[in-house]
């Protein structure tokens, strides 16, 4: 999973790339975000991982520093740190950066459920035989200890979910919706979205206030969107626009 995700960063963060260079950003600064965002998406996402399956990693000790297992939450929050701290180093405009870093979130998030599917995470609770449901929705897989059994397929699912968060926030790029908040769109579906999906995995994670922490962060990562969404738009009025005006202190000085 975690080569998946790395492809799906690079291929995200070109695409960043690219639109930044548009708005007649300073290269530097954006291959810095680019880069810290992939970064931080990675050590945060398996920082996280590690915690939740604390568990494991005391038996296994040796694959802690594998990129096996990367946690969407940890990542998103890692990413999201170190790219508005270096967006704030380099004073680049935030609405414009979380507006075109979006993609590449959702693009590691797909790639994280897809690689599920082999690398025993986002393991569903298992069920009595396939034979019981429809073959798009259980699947025989193996958990985090490598037991095959017939489970609910919640990497497939998460998936198709998650490609449906693509698309709409594809949409919203070309109808030019909701400028400035699409950071928090995306935070809010997904976040909705591996709510409803960890009601049914079977993995253990730690309990916090009575609920799975997975369960936790989720609620978290969902609310956040919203209130980044909501106060986007109450303090934009849609005055954000598309195209960065251009001015001297953005131009590329050749």
């Known amino acids: ?13 070109t695409a960043a790339f690219l639109a930044f260079r548009r708005a007649y950003l300073p290269w530097t600064a954006l291959l810095d975000c680019v880069t810290g965002l992939i970064l931080g998406a990675i050590i945060g996402g398996r920082a996280l991982h590690v915690i939740l399956n604390e568990i494991y990693f005391r038996v296994h000790p040796d694959e802690i520093i594998r990129l096996d297992g990367l946690e969407w939450r940890g990542a998103v929050i890692g990413g999201l740190m170190a790219l508005l701290l270096i967006a704030h180093l380099h004073r680049l405009p ?6 075109w870093s979006t993609p590449l979130l959702s693009l590691m998030a ?23 449901f429809p073959s798009w929705l259980v699947v025989e ?15 497939g699912i998460g998936a ?10 594809i ?11 699409r950071m928090g769109l995306c935070l809010l579906c997904l976040g909705l979205v591996m709510g409803g999906l960890s009601i ?3 993995e253990y994670v730690p309990i916090w206030g009575g609920l799975r922490a997975d369960a936790v962060l989720d609620l978290f990562l969902a609310g956040f969107g919203l209130g980044a969404l909501l106060w986007s738009q109450v303090k934009s009025k849609g ?3 598309e195209q960065l005006p251009q001015s001297p202190s953005w131009e590329v000085r050749k």
């Not at 999973?1 to 963060?13: C, E, H, N, R, Y």
């Not at 897989?141 to 990497?155: E, F």
Request: charged residues 10%; proline residues 5%.
């Open 141 to 155: 897989t193996p958990d985090i200890y490598t037991i095959t059994a017939p489970r609910l397929n919640l990497p």
């Open 110 to 132: 797909l790639a994280g459920c897809m690689g599920c599917t082999a690398g025993g995470c986002l393991v569903g609770t298992e069920v009595r035989s396939l034979a019981d």
């Open 171 to 181: 949409a919203a790029f070309e109808l030019r919706l909701l400028k400035g908040g």
């Open 94 to 99: 935030l609405p414009y950066v979380t507006d």
């Open 239 to 241: 005055q954000v626009s």
């Open 160 to 169: 198709a979910l998650c490609a449906m968060i693509l698309f709409l926030l």
């Open 1 to 13: 999973m975690g080569m998946m995700v790395i492809v799906a960063a690079l291929i995200g963060g």
């Open 200 to 202: 049914f995995r079977a």
